[in-house]
C-alpha cells in the first residue's frame, strides 16, 4: 500500500522512470559494445560474443533483466504519459541551459515512441529469426557449433538501404533521448546540486553522442565500406 502511493505521486513516477532509464543505458552500452564487434574481422568476434551472451546461464539472465527494464521503461512512459496529457504533465524536470537538451526534453515522448518503433522491427529482424528462427550455422576450431549471427546481420545491412535509413535516424533520435534522460534520471534519484547537474548535463552529452555513434557506424559500414 505505502509503495502503491509512493508510485502514484509526481515524485514516485519520475523516480521509476528513473531507474527504469538507467537500465535502460546500462543495456545499451552492453548491446553497443557486442553490436560493434560486427567491425572487427570477418565476423567470427561477433559470432563468439553472441554466443556467449545467448548460452551462459548467468548472462542470459542478466541480459533478460536489462531487456525487461528497458521495456518497462518504455512501456511506463508511454502509459504515464497519457494518462496526464488531460492534466498537467508529469514528464522530467526542465532545466537544462542549451537548446538540444531543451528540445529533447519537450519531445521525450514522441523521441520514445520512435524508437519503440524501432525496437519493434529490430527484433523482428534479428532477435527473433536469431532466437526461434532458422538461421545458418559456423563452425569454429571444428568444434564450436553455433548461428552465423554476423552473416544475419551483415546480409541486412549489405541488401536493405533503406533499414540502414531506419536505423541511422533511429541512433540519432536515442541519442537525443539520451541527451535529456540521463541527467535527469541521477537528478531525479538525488543528485541534482548545481554542479553536479553541470557535470551530469555534459557526461549526457558526451554518453548520447558516443551511443548515438556507435550505432550509426554499423549500418554505414556495411551501406559504404563493406
Known amino acids: 500500500m505505502v509503495m502503491n502511493r509512493i508510485v502514484s505521486t509526481s515524485i514516485g513516477k519520475k523516480l521509476v522512470m528513473s531507474i527504469s532509464g538507467l537500465f535502460l543505458m546500462l543495456f545499451l552500452l552492453v548491446h553497443l559494445g557486442t553490436n560493434l564487434l560486427l567491425l572487427a574481422g570477418d565476423g567470427e568476434l561477433y559470432n563468439q560474443a553472441a554466443h556467449f551472451l545467448s548460452s551462459t546461464p548467468p548472462l ?3 541480459e533478460i533483466m536489462l531487456a525487461l527494464g528497458f521495456i518497462f521503461h518504455i512501456i511506463y512512459a508511454t502509459t504515464i504519459t ?3 496529457r488531460k492534466a498537467r504533465p508529469i514528464g522530467y524536470a526542465k532545466t537544462g541551459k542549451n537548446d538540444l537538451t531543451t528540445w529533447s526534453s519537450s519531445n521525450m515522448y514522441i523521441l520514445g515512441f520512435t524508437i519503440l518503433a524501432f525496437l519493434i522491427i529490430h527484433l ?3 532477435f527473433l529469426k536469431l ?3 532458422s538461421v545458418p550455422q559456423i563452425t569454429y576450431d571444428g ?3 553455433m548461428s552465423n549471427a554476423y552473416l544475419l546481420v551483415s546480409d541486412f545491412f549489405i541488401n536493405y538501404w533503406w533499414y540502414n535509413v531506419i536505423y541511422i535516424v533511429s541512433a540519432i533520435l536515442l541519442g537525443l533521448h ?3 534522460g540521463f541527467w535527469s534520471a541521477f537528478q531525479t ?3 541534482n546540486n548545481k554542479k553536479w547537474l553541470k557535470r551530469f548535463e555534459v557526461i549526457a552529452s558526451i ?3 558516443i551511443i548515438a555513434t556507435g550505432f550509426t557506424i554499423i549500418p554505414i559500414y556495411f551501406w559504404f565500406i563493406h
Open 82 to 84: 497519457l494518462k496526464n
Open 124 to 126: 523482428i529482424n534479428f
Open 60 to 62: 542470459k539472465i542478466i
Open 178 to 180: 539520451l541527451s535529456h
Open 189 to 191: 534519484v538525488g543528485l
Open 143 to 145: 568444434v564450436k557449433y
Open 207 to 209: 554518453y548520447a553522442v
Open 131 to 133: 532466437r526461434f528462427g
